[in-house]
C-alpha cells in the first residue's frame, strides 16, 4: 500500500489494452473509448472518452467527451471491442 491506495484494487495502465472499446451500464448508457488499464474487478480506464445516452425516441446521442474516465466494474453490464455505441 502506497500513500494510502491498495495497488492491487487499482486499474494497472497497460497499452496492450490499447483497442477502442464500448462500455455499457445499462440500455440507456454508455461510453465509447480507448481501454488503458484494468483490474480483476474489471474496473477500468478510458482515455479519448465520448459518453451517449438514449433519447426517448431511442436514439443514441453523444452528450459529452472525457480526456480520461475511470469506470466502476461493478455497474458495467457488457464489453464491446469496436466504438459504435
Known amino acids: 500500500m502506497v500513500l494510502g491506495v491498495d495497488c492491487a484494487r487499482t486499474p494497472r495502465r497497460d497499452t496492450r489494452h490499447s483497442t ?28 479519448d472518452v465520448k459518453e451517449f445516452d438514449r433519447s426517448e425516441s431511442g436514439a443514441m446521442e453523444e452528450v459529452g467527451q472525457h480526456a480520461e474516465m475511470l469506470l466502476n466494474g461493478n455497474n458495467i453490464a457488457a464489453l464491446v471491442p469496436g466504438g459504435k455505441p
Open 20 to 47: 477502442l472499446t464500448r462500455a455499457t451500464h445499462s440500455f440507456v448508457r454508455s461510453q465509447v473509448g480507448t481501454l488503458s488499464g484494468l483490474d480483476a474487478y474489471v474496473n477500468m480506464v478510458l482515455t
